[in-house]
């Protein structure tokens, strides 16, 4: 994901919205490292950038307007992302295109939500979050950037553009639930200057962010945690024009290297070896004992197949924490493995080269045979020389 200054969250201060898709915590030891949940939910939904302008569709069966109980006709009904599953109609005109708030802005909304049946779930009479950074359902996300100013809109989401397979605890939605959702566009300003914001302020903000990827990564949607976590990391590391004690690098340094593990961990499961590599090696730049890094560090080099230095890597983060099971199962498995393989390339270079132990038997016999000729040779010249030498002394005898 590429991030800018314009798609940071909302002010820090105004009302905290807990919009969390689940009540459900599964974080592991410290709270950083995480469990892999069901793999049922979809694991590709469209980018916030697919929020086109829409267009209008008929729908096979009328919706029912919240407020009037009436149908409503169909053709004001407009189909956001042409699928059919997330569709919004205007019940009070806004103040017109102009008006319409754009991706970084904060905005603030009066939310009503409900089922498709009409029950009431929750209303927020002012609910505030930043445009496009994924800090509310998608369905809001993706609504919200084609309403103006003043616009009241009565949304049809369907359960992928909400709280999807999973549900949630808070607000209280069940498992694959369509949602009906009444919203009106109250105001919409510039995001803060990240350099003016007081250190406290960059702390809890990149905290809120990385609680949001949190929950992403809970829900398995990985894409979506990395660019919480993204957004989190660009918080901590922007330039201040505030004064910052020690006490308070060292806060935003610890929201750093939790992100940076926590992307570590998401980017592992997205397959992106190189990039979760590259997010380790910057939390021990920062903590070279990390336990979490060293440990997913050693297991993208495993994947990688680079067996000898995955053990050493996790040998060293054994010897600082001997106890830890996980390190203890993970480092098991790979001596194993990287005994395989040894035994694989050793059989492999043996039927490369041939039969050692038997061309080692045959050179031998050779050189037997070779020594054996030799030595006959050397004594049948020795005794005919001998022999010559004899019979010359004869004939010089004889002579004289």
């Not at 994924?134 to 992928?160: C, S």
């Not at 990149?206 to 829900?219: P, S």
């Not at 894409?223 to 308070?248: C, H, M, R």
């Amino acid at each position: 994901c590429h991030f800018n200054q314009g798609c940071l969250c909302a002010v820090v201060g105004t009302k905290k919205t807990d919009l969390n898709f689940s009540g459900k915590a599964s974080l592991l030891d410290s709270g950083e490292d995480f469990e892999m949940l069901d793999d049922d939910i979809d694991d590709n939904p469209p980018p916030l950038e697919d929020a086109g302008g829409g267009k209008k569709t008929k729908t096979e069966e009328p919706a029912e307007d919240q407020n009037t109980g009436t149908l409503a006709p169909l053709d004001e009904w407009m189909d956001m992302l042409g699928n059919g599953q997330l569709k919004k109609k205007v019940l009070q005109a806004g103040h017109g295109p102009d008006s319409r708030p754009t991706k970084g802005q904060n905005v603030k909304i009066h939310l009503k939500t409900s089922l498709a049946d009409g029950t009431l779930i929750e209303e927020q009479p002012e609910l505030s979050f930043t445009l496009g950074d994924g800090d509310v359902i998608q369905a809001l996300d993706l609504t919200v950037q084609l309403m103006e100013m003043r616009e009241k809109a009565l949304v049809q989401a369907n359960a992928k553009y909400a709280y999807g397979a999973l549900g949630s605890l808070a607000p209280d939605v069940p498992p694959n639930a369509e949602l009906a959702l009444e919203v009106q566009l109250l105001d919409a300003t510039e995001a803060p200057d990240l350099e003016l914001l007081s250190p406290q302020e960059r702390i809890a903000l990149a905290g809120q962010k990385r609680e949001r990827g949190n929950v992403y990564y809970q829900r398995a949607d990985y894409a979506f945690a990395v660019n919480s976590y993204g957004i989190a990391l660009q918080v901590t590391e922007s330039s201040s024009k505030v004064d910052i004690s020690p006490e308070e690098e060292e806060e935003l340094m610890d929201v750093k290297v939790k992100c940076l593990n926590n992307m570590a961990a998401a980017q592992l499961k997205l397959d992106h070896y190189e990039a979760a590599l590259r997010s380790c090696v910057s939390v021990l730049a920062h903590q070279p004992d990390n336990i979490k890094a060293l440990f997913r560090k050693g297991k993208v080099l495993a994947l990688q197949g680079e067996y000898a230095e995955a053990i050493k890597i996790l040998k060293r983060a054994l010897k600082l924490e001997p106890s830890n099971k996980t390190i203890h199962a993970e480092l098991s498995k790979l001596v194993k493995k990287h005994s395989e393989q040894k035994g694989a390339e050793q059989a492999m270079y043996k039927k490369m080269l041939g039969n050692p132990a038997s061309g080692s038997s045959g050179m031998q016999k050779h050189q037997a045979r070779s020594s054996w000729v030799v030595s006959w040779k050397w004594l049948f010249g020795a005794t005919a020389v001998a022999i010559g030498g004899v019979a010359l002394s004869v004939v010089i005898a004889a002579r004289n």
